[in-house]
């Protein structure tokens, strides 16, 4: 459902009540991208991911996930702290905001699309947004 999750490289090492421990990988441009993730969703309004380990992103990068009802539907917000090493730094200009095709923007487009896969038909939610 997330398009950049790709299942035959999805490894969960561990499941608890309101935590996961996850390797995520996709082969990208660059090569094979990987990343091992605490998942924590004890705050019934979010879920954050904090890299255990990543032959992209430094241990402590975070990115986090906040739903608040909003006009019939929800607003969602994401805040990523990304900290760049190895071959990830030859992402650095797609982290800027501004740029086409910038992770902000992939996020977006994979958001919506997660989002709409998951929408309840008849019911307006993701009208309009």
């Keep these: ?9 999805l490894e969960v090492h561990e499941v608890g ?3 996961a421990e996850v390797t995520e990988g996709n082969p990208w441009p660059i090569g094979y991208v990987w990343e091992r993730l605490h998942y924590d969703w004890s705050d019934p ?19 986090e996930l906040w739903a608040t009802p909003e006009d019939g539907g929800s607003k969602v917000e994401i805040r990523a702290v990304r900290h760049l090493r190895g071959r990830g730094w030859l992402l650095a200009p797609f982290f800027l905001p501004f740029i ?13 699309h997660f989002l709409a896969s998951i929408e309840v038909p008849g019911t307006g939610a993701g009208e309009g947004n």
């Excluded at 459902?1 to 490289?9: A, S």
């Excluded at 086409?100 to 919506?112: D, E, F, K, W």
């Design 1 to 9: 459902m997330w398009p950049d999750v790709h299942v035959e490289y």
């Design 100 to 112: 086409p095709g910038s992770a902000a923007q992939t996020v977006r487009n994979h958001l919506r």
């Design 17 to 19: 009540v309101d935590y």
């Design 45 to 63: 309004h979010s879920l954050r991911g904090t890299v255990i380990d990543s032959n992209l992103f430094k241990r402590g990068s975070t990115w």
